[in-house]
């Protein structure tokens, strides 16, 4: 790798140790290697190599890709190849023996002094303003204040959104004399904006081996297994409760804890063993707070609302889409 192409290794360090936070530790080691050290004990040395299109990943070793602002259609197939990876805007996906983590809430540096910093109305604390005219529908009116009182945000917040969603033709925006009134558009394009952003890969996932057996009966054990914990059921588990359409053999859930270690730790100690491809998921929420926003029970259980779940299935591989789409039409209907 010519000296031209040496990614910026101090940083892509400094990344690294940000979004595995207390999961393990991160340190260089020579021009284009790095060691990252598991707390479970496992120690798994990387080689870093610049992302150009076509790259195959070393047969001889694990590699991680570094990139630049790359376009998330580029992001998602790394994704899917399950390859490891930092852009340096502040996106990490790390996939090594006993630690899988995928963030795009770091500290990035790529962006130009001079560039305007840019804000999404989809933000954790924003997207409580779409989250709220969503849940209400097309036919509620509002005004700036109100929906900043029904969101729970500060006016500028509020005021930021509308514009954003506005900008996007998402919200309907009129004026009667001297007063301002706002309204949805329409759902699905709220959904569709949205989802152009958004991914359920961008929480973070650590899967266990769990004797689930029957996912629909072992759904009500999980109360008693966490009554201390704030937690809701997602993707195909938490459809099935609200409107049962595809079969499913997983079971997601939103977990509030501040970091993988933690959901690692929780899975230990209830007795799950970390598998890659076990049949129960504990999912550190990337947006934090609003996760929980229209969090209900179906059954007895907690369950995400019908846009985080129409949300995390709309690029779930194993027809998510289908689940979206049929949830986001059973909501229209009411």
């Known amino acids: 790798m010519g000296a031209q192409n040496t990614p910026p290794l101090d940083h892509v360090v400094s990344l690294l140790s940000e979004a595995i936070s207390e999961g393990g530790d991160v340190r260089a080691e020579g021009d ?6 598991v707390r479970s004990g496992r120690d798994v040395r990387l080689r870093v190599r610049t992302w150009a299109s076509g790259e195959q990943a070393s047969k001889r070793g694990r590699t991680l890709w570094v990139l630049r602002a ?7 197939e790394l994704r899917r ?8 805007r502040g996106v990490v ?5 006993g630690l899988f983590v995928d963030r795009e809430d770091l500290r990035g540096s790529t962006r130009a002094p001079s560039s305007p910093v840019t804000r999404s109305p989809f933000a954790d604390k924003s997207s409580l303003v779409p989250r709220t005219l969503f849940s209400h529908g097309e036919e509620r009116r509002w005004t700036v204040s109100s929906l900043a009182q029904a969101a729970g945000v500060a006016p500028s917040t ?13 919200l309907e925006v009129h004026r009667e004399w001297r007063k301002k009134f706002l309204r949805l558009v329409d759902r699905r394009a709220l959904v569709k904006e949205w989802a152009r952003e958004y991914s359920w890969r961008r929480n973070v996932q650590v899967p266990f081996q769990a004797p689930v057996g029957s996912p629909s009966r072992f759904l009500p054990r999980l109360p008693r297994l966490m009554p201390e914990l704030r937690w809701a059921l997602t993707l195909q588990a938490g459809a099935s409760l609200l409107a049962p359409h595809a079969t499913w ?15 690692l730790d929780l899975g230990v100690e209830l007795g799950w063993k970390p598998e890659e ?16 926003f229209g969090l209900r029970r179906a059954d007895g259980l ?11 299935l709309w690029h779930y591989p194993l027809r998510g889409r289908e689940q979206a789409e049929h949830l986001l039409a059973r909501v229209q209907e009411d």
């Open 302 to 312: 907690p369950v995400v609302s019908d846009l985080q779940l129409i949300l995390d």
């Open 249 to 263: 053999e997983r079971i997601h859930l939103y977990a509030n804890l501040r970091s993988p270690q933690a959901a």
């Open 81 to 88: 190849r399950d390859e490891s990876f930092v852009d340096l």
């Open 93 to 97: 996906r790390l996939h090594v023996p």
């Open 32 to 37: 284009d290697r790095i060691r990252v050290i």
């Open 277 to 292: 491809r076990g049949p129960l998921v504990l999912m550190v929420p990337h947006h934090r707070s609003s996760v929980w």
């Open 70 to 76: 790359a376009h998330r259609e580029v992001l998602e």
């Open 158 to 170: 509020a005021s930021y959104a509308v514009r954003a969603l506005a900008e996007r033709e998402i």
